[in-house]
């Protein structure tokens, strides 16, 4: 992979990836883990 500095990334870009990201794989651990109790 390409080396990028830091100053060329944009934090805002990045946080509108992966916090969709980070939320949806929290639905899916919630979700399983309720399939499991039951």
Wanted: charged share 20%; proline share 5%; aromatic share 8%.
């Amino acid at each position: 992979m390409p080396t990028i500095s830091l100053q060329s990334i944009d934090w805002s870009v990045i946080a509108v990836f992966v916090l969709p990201v980070l939320w949806l794989g929290a639905l899916l651990v919630i979700r399983r883990r309720q399939r499991r109790g039951r």
